[in-house]
C-alpha cells in the first residue's frame, strides 16, 4: 500500500530553534518522489520543499531541509531557526502508484513559542 | 509552476442546498483534482477531472453527491450536491503541470453547513 505516516499529531519549538518532522512511507517503487507541504490556518496549502528518490543529496530550500534515509524509508523535514510564522500543519505526501494524485500523511501541527 | 484561481474562497450554506466550487488555471493542465479536508484531518482525493471524460471518482465518493464538469483544459467545478454538516469541510483543488512535483494547489474554499 502506498502510505504515508506522520506520528507527530502535534510539536512545540521554542522560536530560533531547530525542529523536525518525521515522515514515514511505503513504497515498492524504484522512483517517486516525496513533498512537504505547509497548511497555514487559512487554510492554503505551501509547497515547501521536493525529493527525488534519486537525488544523491538531501533537499534544501532556504531554512527547510529533508532528511532523507532511503533504506529506512523516511523522509524528515528539518525547519531551521523556527520563526513564529511557522506555526502551521506540516504534511508529508507523495504521489499514488497511479499517478498524478497525491496521498497525504495526517499532518503534524507546529507551534512556535515565543 | 501553474497559478490556480479557486472561489469562493469560504461559504455558510443551508442543508439541502448546493455549492460549485470553481478553479481556473492560468494555463492548460491535463489533470485536474479535487480534494476535501474535514475538520482536523488530513487531505482525502475525491476525484480526477480529466478533460472530455467523465470523472474518476475515489472510493467513497460519487457523483451524484460530487458532480464534477471540466470544459477545457484551464478549468474546472465541484459542486457539493444536498448538503448536510457533515460536509462542512475545505475543498481543494490541484493541478500537475509542468515537473514531476510541479503540484500547486488552490486557496481552498472553507464550507460551513448550517
Known amino acids: 500500500a502506498q502510505k504515508i505516516t506522520q506520528t507527530q499529531p502535534g510539536m512545540f519549538v521554542q522560536e530560533k530553534e531547530a525542529v523536525t518532522l518525521d515522515c514515514t512511507y511505503d513504497?515498492?517503487?524504484?522512483?517517486?518522489?516525496l513533498f512537504w507541504y505547509k497548511q497555514p490556518s487559512s487554510g492554503e496549502m505551501i509547497f515547501l520543499i521536493y525529493q527525488g528518490s534519486y537525488d544523491e543529496q538531501n533537499a534544501t530550500e532556504g531554512r527547510y531541509s529533508l532528511n532523507f534515509q532511503k533504506a529506512r524509508k523516511s523522509a524528515n523535514l528539518v525547519i531551521s531557526a523556527s520563526q513564529l510564522g511557522d506555526s502551521a500543519m506540516y504534511f508529508c505526501a507523495r504521489p499514488g502508484n497511479q499517478g498524478g494524485k497525491l496521498i497525504f500523511g495526517q499532518g503534524t501541527e507546529l507551534s512556535v513559542k515565543p | 509552476s501553474a497559478v490556480i484561481s479557486q472561489k469562493p474562497s469560504r461559504d455558510i450554506c443551508q442543508r439541502g442546498t448546493s455549492l460549485t466550487i470553481q478553479c481556473q488555471v492560468d494555463s492548460q493542465v491535463t489533470m485536474m483534482f479535487w480534494y476535501r479536508q474535514q475538520p482536523g484531518q488530513s487531505l482525502t482525493l475525491i476525484a480526477t477531472?480529466?478533460?472530455?471524460?467523465?470523472?474518476?471518482?475515489e472510493s467513497g465518493f460519487v457523483i451524484d453527491k460530487f458532480p464534477i464538469s471540466r470544459p477545457n483544459l484551464t478549468f474546472s467545478t465541484l459542486t457539493v450536491s444536498n448538503m448536510s454538516p457533515e460536509d462542512s469541510s475545505i475543498y481543494l483543488c490541484s493541478v500537475l503541470a509542468g515537473t514531476d512535483y510541479g503540484y500547486t494547489f488552490g486557496s481552498g474554499t472553507r464550507l460551513t453547513v448550517v
Open positions: 477531472a480529466n478533460q472530455g471524460s467523465e470523472a474518476t471518482y
Open positions: 513504497t515498492s517503487d524504484q522512483s517517486y518522489g
